[in-house]
Structures are given as C-alpha cells and as structure tokens.
C-alpha cells in the first residue's frame, strides 16, 4: 500500500538533509530533472535520487507517494515552465500556435524527462491549467462543444507526439544521432533517379528539412484545417 503523503505545512517543520538542505517538492523535482538529464530514466531510482539530495531515499515519500507519482510531478513542471509567462493575446490561432511551441520547446529542454512523461496525464495544477487554456481559445473563437474537443485532442496529442519523437532523437548517443543525419546526405542524396526519382528529385530539400523537427508545420496545418472549419456553418448537432 502507498504512503500517504505528508501534507506541505508539516513537512517545512522537518530537520533540513545532512548537508543542511531543507527539501520541497519543487527541489525533488528539480533535481530529478538534473538526474534524468545526466543519468537517463535507467538511473532515475529513490536511491540516486536520495543521493544527490543528500538524504534517505524513504524521505522521498513524505512528499511523493512513489517514484510514478514524483514522474507525474515532472510532467506537470514542465508544462508550467511552457506556460510561465506567457499571456494570451486574444488571437486564438496566435495564442494556440504559441502555446503549441512553448510546450514542445519546454520538454525537448530535457529530452529524457520527456520520453519519460509525454505519455502521462498527472491531473495536476499545471496541466489543468493548460488544458483549460486551450479549450478557453478555442470556444471563445467560436467552436461548438464537439469541434472544440476534437481540435484540442489533435492540438494535445500531436504536440506531445512529436515531443516524444523529437526528444527520441536528441537523446541519442551525439555519434548516433550524428549518423542519424548524416544518412540524408550520405545515402539518400545518392540515390541514382533511374531507381529512385522521386527521392532523388526531392534530395537537396529532404537533407534540409529532415534533420529539423516537422512540429511547426503540423502545427500550422492542424490550425488552418481548424481555421477553415470556422467559415464553414456547424451542424445542428455541433459536430
């Protein structure tokens, strides 16, 4: 059975960690963040962790109910480093397309917390916030209900996708990933057009564009698709 978690007012009247660091849950997860950047997800333990904070990895618990609960409180840090200062303009497809990069900026800062946590919903204070945010847009731009939770869906879903794709690729080994684009130049851009014309045709422009991520341009093309649908009448039933 889980521990239940100490609440916050309780555990400030705790003795600070042998190294006199007195522990928060913003520290935890700051320094979880540290550690998956330096270690990955295979070093991510309670026992590392309560190494580098200098105290015993049962203390985790008084703030965390368990390591997938501490991940969900990651997931939740990095959305609301996305939002952090940002302001609605009142241009819905500006605001979504900003809010949109801001996100998958924030999780490709820290490629393998990301890989660890596109996948999640924490149901926590940032993510609520976000979502409510994005469904505030698009219904004051005048999407019926149905529309409305259709878009956010893909908006959500495609902007955490290709933060898990794109933290895939940076995460790997530097001489990995290297070869990984260099193989556009070194086999695709080589290519004879009497077996492959279409990719030959296309090889100068795909050893550009394919060693970015496509984020941007789906994004774009996922809020035109939603743009159009405004000059278009919405069914009785709003879907």
Known sequence: MAKPV????????????RSGTVLSEQLIVETALRMLREHGSAGFTARRLGLALDCDPSTLYRYFRGMDDLTLAIADALIGRALRGWEPTGEWRADLRAMGLRIHAAY???????????????????????????????RTAGFPPAHTVRIYHAFIDQ???????????????????????????????????????????????????????????ALDMLLDSAAAQLTRSPSPDGV
Do not use: C
């Not at 990719?199 to 550009?208: D, F, H, R, V």
């Open 6 to 17: 100490v609440p916050e007012e309780k555990r400030r009247r705790r003795r600070p960690t």
């Open 159 to 217: 902007t955490l996708a290709f933060a898990a794709l794109d933290a895939a690729s940076l995460a790997l080994p530097s001489a990995a990933l290297r070869a990984d684009e260099a193989m556009w130049r070194s086999t695709y851009a080589r290519l004879p057009a009497t077996t492959h014309p279409r990719i030959a045709e296309a090889a100068p422009l795909l050893a550009t564009r394919m060693v970015t991520s496509a984020y941007p341009t």
């Open 108 to 138: 490709l800062a820290h490629p393998q917390a990301a890989q660890l946590t596109t996948s999640r919903v924490s149901g926590r204070a940032n993510e609520l916030a976000a979502d409510e945010m994005v469904l505030e847009l698009l």
